[in-house]
């Protein structure tokens, strides 16, 4: 399995890597639709968002 350089995230199909392509070193959320890499801020940005809206999803559950 191969991770993102970037955030850390598993890549284990072809549509978490980067535009698809999965020779790239990062995942599809790290990069933006030109397939540049996203600045450090907006990457850690991406992971709190996505961490905070699973906790809350979480709770709503419960």
């Known amino acids: 399995m191969k991770y993102c350089i970037a955030c850390g995230m598993p890549m284990t199909k072809k549509e978490d ?12 959320f790290c990069v933006d ?10 990457i850690f940005e991406g992971g709190v968002n ?7 999803r979480r709770q709503d559950i419960s």
């Not at 698809?20 to 599809?28: A, H, K, Y």
């Open 17 to 28: 890597f980067a535009k698809g392509d999965e020779n790239s070193d990062f995942c599809l």
């Open 33 to 42: 639709e030109k397939g540049e890499v996203r600045s450090g801020e907006e």
């Open 50 to 56: 996505f961490f905070y809206e699973s906790i809350r």
